[in-house]
Structures are given as C-alpha cells and as structure tokens.
C-alpha cells in the first residue's frame, strides 16, 4: 500500500532530521510522521467545514467557527496540526503571505487549547501538546531543516505543486 511507503518515508526523515538536531522525542516524532502523513492528501488540510458545510480555509475562519461550534477542541487541534505543517513545509509560502508570526503563535495556543481540555477531561496523552505548544517554534524549524534537506528539489513558483510531485511515488 502506498500510503504506508509514504508514511516509512516520513518517519524516516523525521527520525533522522530530529536525530541531527537533538530532538529525542519519541512521542513527537511519532505524532508529526502521522501529521505529515494525513496532510499529504490535500483535502485533509481543509477539512474543518462550518455550519453550513463549507470548507474553511484560513486560520481566522477556523477561529471564529471554534468559538461557535462544541467542536472546539478538534477545531484547536486542526489550528495547531496546519499550523505546523504550514510554517515547517511551506515557510517561505507562509513567511511571504506575511502570515509566519501570527501562524506561529497560534499553533502554540492552539496546541495549548488541546493540552487543556485533555488534562481536565484526564485523557492520556495530554502532555504531548503540552511539548508540542512549548516548543512549537523549534518543531516547525525542525520541519523547515528536514523540507530542506530532503525535498531539495523546489523549483516552481508554486512549492504545493513541487511538494506534491515529490510525493507522487508514495501516494496515489
């Protein structure tokens, strides 16, 4: 199955970026393989939908439907997942919509967010987005480090197209 070669492949340069940056968290790095796995489906990076079913496309949206919706919790989690994947693979996209310090600073809320409803509803795991907010700057580095040495081939204007034409022999 494709998606699992995709998924080899992404543990394996996350281990291995990590590994070279002193990042020894086991749990993390369990967690952003699977982030990167989900995200490199397109449809999964949109997939908050409103009332009404729209897909919601920018951060500030997504806020506004989590202070709306009893969904909260899995509204903050998406924030805090897109968030990552955004400025860890797509920075310089991020940095040149001017969009780098607000996307920054709320994935680290966000993934805070979630730490709180998972520690008063004494869910197990909670703490790993406490690690995720705390060091939420340093992981989505660390994504940028390992974009840039193992998806070296950005050429195109549009790095989406570029990243997904990496991607294509692990997924289809």
């Known amino acids: 199955m494709k998606s699992s070669q995709l998924y080899k492949f ?9 590994y070279d940056l002193g990042i020894k968290e086991p749990k993390v ?27 919601l496309t920018t951060i500030v949206e997504m806020l506004l439907e989590a202070t709306t919706a009893h969904r ?5 989690k998406h924030i805090g997942d897109y968030t990552l994947f955004m400025t860890g693979i797509f920075r310089e996209y991020v940095e040149s919509q001017s969009f780098l310090r607000f996307y920054l600073e709320e994935g680290k809320k966000a993934y805070f967010s979630v730490f709180n409803f998972d520690r008063f509803g ?13 060091d939420f700057e340093f ?12 998806f070296k081939d950005y050429r195109s ?3 989406f197209t ?10 289809h």
């Open 122 to 134: 004494y869910m197990p795991g909670s703490y790993l987005f406490f690690d995720l907010a705390k």
């Open 10 to 18: 992404f543990h394996w340069a996350v281990r291995r970026s990590f």
């Open 139 to 150: 992981y989505s580095g660390a994504l940028d480090y390992m974009k840039k040495t193992f």
């Open 157 to 159: 204007p549009d790095p």
């Open 162 to 171: 570029d990243f997904s034409r990496q991607l294509s022999k692990y997924i």
């Open 29 to 55: 790095t369990g967690y952003i393989t699977d982030l990167l796995t989900e995200f490199a489906r397109a449809e999964n990076l949109y997939k908050i939908r409103n009332a009404q079913g729209e897909r």
């Open 72 to 76: 909260e919790r899995e509204i903050k």
